[in-house]
């Protein structure tokens, strides 16, 4: 323990234990000091105890994400943008829930392993009842936002960390997550965190809005500030109000300006009607439209005390749609209420059902997205899936593979080019691939293969949806849903410095882990799709339930098509199937067919498996008691075909060298 850490216990227990006449305490500012008495007498921590940063298992957090999944879309742009101003200076951005768990995170993964220790990581726990006094933590105890610099810190463990949190309300007042921005150390006073605190309370009001628009997108919505010039770009408070006249929702501003009202003090405002809060009645709404200036909008808190401008914003109006028949008895209502093209990728297995229907709630979000798994594991057909579910099901599906595309080719295939804009290039110019996506999905495929020099020309795509040809001098506007997809680890190439962080938290909007084929539950229902129809053998479908299938669903569907192509009277038998999985049968101690049976000549075993193959054969022809003609009839193939592959493998039956053969 250092002498810092000692120091600062010391500090703690006199101000915790003795009470805040200590004169080393006396810098502290009162919430943070009235923090440290909670700890002790209220959440009973140990001020000499030490403890590490807990950082939740990868299924609990999941957990905590998915009960706030929908918000995290809203607010994941908020983060970006509180990132980009703040990442030069060495700060992370933390998302957390109202439980302090962390949700969202965006930091340098390159120093990713001191920030994990340090609790500045997705899944940490920094409510005040685990972690002490602490930013994320005692923002949600107090409401409030504010920095805990260095040794406010209860925890001796936290005193190199600054911290500057904010909170989150929803539209009915209640704290419902914390944004906030740490360093890993500081050597400045806590006065040099007074622009990050400026800066996080902006932006936590920002999720607050975007949050609140989306969820009243279908009712009356009243935007109203101060001044009329930033009424319609950067209201000061949000209203929700029901066709009733009444209200349903509103910001935190509103919330707090509308308490002060001496009217409505200490009334709830969730049920109020509109005329109890601002001097103007429901029918009347319609003179605070956009189709009116916005200095002709002004409107009165009740009591006359305070005037503000107003914009009213009606509910859309609804489209007519038929009445729904009613659903059939013993229907799967959950199954059915997901889009086509999405339910038809899983036969039930329940991970990647579950990937399914997160994918459903997100099918028309503007937000980017990660697909990961190994490969051949479906990753492009989840992607023209989610683009089949969309409103831009009609408009194109652009698939870039970008470890096929050569190095020097790549910019321009992207991002197109106009005539002789570099050497070799044609005399006409050429749309990119980034342009022919417009209006439709962008599929990156292999994206962790991008050469880094044209990482930042996609960075600015994504976040200016605009795109700059090669010898241009004006960019031209697009309108895409960019998906990327790989099968490795980003967050490894970002720690090597082959992969830009800012595109990866781009890229990043959600993220659909896809499992591998040999760990779905659905294996049969995958094969009899891929058969369509076509009979396949029992000894046949054990061997493909036994296969560790590397290359996932590419591999089946190639060894299906194979065998659908070999085999003869419309049954697949396991001679039909390929040698690398027959030769894989002798170790998991699978019955062995022959392999010349329907094989076009000259396709022989993989190189290694003969003698498994050969030994297989001694196995199944020894469970016959060596009965050629009974082995033939087990696996469906003809007599003199068996003996043709106990020739070829070398394999003679003990009856014939005894000469009874």
Request: hydrophobic letters at 45%; aromatic letters at 4%.
């Amino acid at each position: 323990m250092h002498a810092s850490q000692h120091q600062h216990i010391a500090t703690v227990m006199r101000v915790a234990v003795d009470g805040v006449g200590a004169a080393a305490a006396v810098r502290h500012e009162q919430v943070i000091r009235d923090s440290w008495l909670r700890c002790v007498q209220e959440h009973r921590l140990d001020p000499t105890r030490m403890q590490e940063a807990v950082i939740l298992p990868q299924a609990r957090l999941r957990e905590h994400q998915d009960q706030m999944e929908a918000f995290l879309q809203i607010a994941r742009h908020g983060l970006e943008s509180l990132y980009q101003q703040v990442a030069g200076m060495g700060y992370v951005v933390l998302l957390t829930d109202a439980r302090g768990v962390t949700v969202d995170f965006l930091g340098d993964l390159v120093v990713e392993p001191s920030l994990r220790r340090a609790g500045l990581y997705l899944g940490a726990d920094w409510s005040e009842h685990h972690a002490g006094t602490c930013g994320v933590g005692t923002c949600l105890r107090t409401g409030q936002a504010l920095t805990v610099h260095l040794d406010d810190h209860f925890d001796a463990t936290h005193i190199p960390l600054t911290c500057t949190a904010a909170p989150v309300f929803d539209a009915t007042g209640r704290l419902s997550a914390v944004l906030d921005i740490s360093m890993l150390s500081s050597d400045q006073p806590k006065s040099s965190q007074h622009l990050a605190l400026q800066l996080v309370k902006v932006y936590a009001q920002h999720v607050e809005n975007a949050q609140f628009l989306q969820r009243f997108r279908q009712d009356w919505v009243l935007r109203l500030s101060v001044a009329p010039q930033f009424l319609e770009v950067n209201p000061d408070f949000l209203l929700a109000v029901d066709a009733g006249g009444r209200l349903i929702g509103h910001n935190r501003r509103a919330q707090l300006l509308l308490q002060e009202q001496p009217a409505l003090r200490g009334r709830p405002l969730i049920g109020q009607p509109l005329q109890a809060l601002l001097e103007v009645r429901p029918e009347e709404l319609g003179r605070f439209m956009a189709a009116r200036p916005a200095d002709q909008r002004a409107v009165m808190l009740v009591g006359g005390e305070r005037l503000l401008f107003m914009l009213a914003t009606p509910p859309p109006v609804a489209p007519r749609t038929p009445v729904a028949a009613p659903r059939a008895a013993g229907s799967e209502p959950e199954r059915r209420s997901l889009p086509a093209p999405l339910a038809a990728l899983s036969g039930g297995d329940a991970r990647l059902d579950r990937q399914i229907e997160r994918a459903a709630r997100l099918v028309n979000s503007p937000v980017s997205l990660l697909v990961t798994g190994e490969t051949g594991s479906g990753k492009e057909y989840f992607a023209k899936a989610l683009h089949a579910a969309s409103a831009r099901h009609a408009r194109p599906f652009v698939a870039v593979n970008c470890a096929a595309i050569p190095e020097g080719l790549i910019e321009s295939e992207l991002f197109g080019h106009l005539p002789g804009a570099f050497t070799g290039a044609g005399p006409r110019a050429k749309r990119g691939l980034i342009q022919a996506a417009h209006g439709g999905t962008l599929f990156l495929d292999e994206i962790g293969d991008m050469p880094r020099s044209l990482q930042a020309r996609l960075l600015r795509v994504l976040a200016e949806r605009e795109v700059l040809p090669i010898g241009a001098s004006q960019p031209v506007a697009v309108d895409i849903r960019v998906i990327a997809a790989t099968h490795c680890p980003l967050e490894t190439l970002v720690r090597e410095g082959r992969f830009r962080d800012d595109l990866y938290y781009r890229l990043n909007g959600a993220h659909f882990q896809l499992p591998p084929l040999r760990e779905r539950s659905d294996l049969d229902v995958v094969i009899d799709r891929l058969l369509d129809g076509m009979a396949l053998h029992a000894q046949a479908r054990a061997l493909l339930r036994a296969h560790r299938w590397p290359g996932n669903l590419r591999e089946l569907a190639n060894a299906l098509a194979y065998a659908r192509s070999v085999c003869s009277g419309g049954l697949i038998h396991c001679a039909d199937l390929p040698d690398a999985l027959l030769a894989g049968a002798a170790t998991l101690a699978l019955p062995m067919p022959p392999s010349g049976r329907g094989r076009p000549p000259g396709h022989a075993p993989v190189e290694g498996a003969v003698d498994d193959e050969a030994e297989a054969l001694r196995q199944a022809l020894r469970s016959v008691h060596w009965n050629v003609s009974a082995l033939a009839r087990q696996w469906g193939c003809a007599r003199m075909t068996l003996y043709r592959r106990m020739a070829r493998l070398g394999v003679q039956s003990p009856n014939a060298r005894d000469g009874n053969g």
